[in-house]
């Protein structure tokens, strides 16, 4: 299964020629979004954005940050930090929800490749 970050989603979104390369990655294959993506596209949308937003979300697999997927975030937060690495809080938190879940990230963003034990589609944008 594919979990499509945040940026990605946007891209979807928006229909951009990058969203079109997000759609081609994950080709039939299973997705899901993260209840943190779901989370943040909504956050984000503008007015005249926010029935496309909420179909998308409606349609789509919701992988729910949950009580294992926050100690797995934690643990990828202490991990980075104590290397003197970090990456935005949300990301780590959806990083978390992918590993639970065994599934593969799909974004445009390169700070989830430091991200021990999370498999990763890093799509240029």
């Keep these: 299964m594919y979990v499509l970050d945040t940026s990605a989603t946007i891209e979807i979104l928006k229909e951009t020629k990058t969203g079109k390369k997000v759609v081609q990655a994950i080709g039939s294959n299973h997705f899901a979004l993260s209840s943190i993506t779901a989370f943040e596209i909504l956050a984000g949308a503008l ?21 294992e997927s926050a100690k797995i975030s934690g643990k990828i937060a202490r991990q980075l930090n104590e290397k003197g690495e970090t990456i935005n809080p949300l990301d780590t938190c959806i990083a978390g929800s992918a590993i639970k879940y065994n599934a593969e990230i799909v974004t445009l963003d390169k700070d989830f490749k430091r991200i021990p034990n999370l498999k990763t589609i890093i799509l240029k944008p």
């Design 47 to 67: 007015p005249e954005e926010q029935g496309k937003t909420l179909e998308l979300i409606d349609s789509s697999e919701i992988i729910e940050f949950d009580k």
